[in-house]
């Protein structure tokens, strides 16, 4: 599967953001979805989670309440709606599908191309 994640850029802190990520290459609607961020000098991390068929999310603790994963399987894309920005939230956002097809919390796959989101406070 080919991911690409799009929509960041230089924002300041407490404003809103929507990364997409278009996914091809296999069936979108069958596979879990998820979202993961790199800080400058940190190590990757888990950021959100989304069912195949939308119907479960699973958030970092860091994000909860100010993040929202949601999915357009008709569009194979799905998006993190990041609201109440601040400058931790900096880092280069990827996302990324799961292995086995209509199977919650399965193992991820390989990485997308990421999208840098920069909070200026």
């Known amino acids: 599967v080919q991911l690409q994640a799009s929509g960041g850029g230089l924002v300041q802190a407490g404003v809103s953001l929507r990364l997409s990520c278009a996914a091809s290459g296999r069936t979108f609607s069958d596979y879990d979805m998820g979202w993961f961020r790199q800080a400058p000098g940190k190590e990757r991390e888990f950021v959100a989670r989304?069912?195949?068929?939308?119907?479960?999310?699973h958030y970092a603790d860091s994000v909860r309440g100010r993040f929202t994963i949601s999915r357009d399987n008709a569009k194979n894309t799905v998006y993190l709606q990041m609201n109440s920005l601040k400058s931790e939230d900096t880092a280069v956002y990827y996302c990324r599908a799961a292995i086995a097809p209509r199977i919650y919390g399965s193992s991820w796959g390989s990485w997308g191309k990421g999208t840098l989101v920069t909070v200026s406070s």
């Open positions: 989304i069912s195949w068929n939308g119907g479960i999310t």
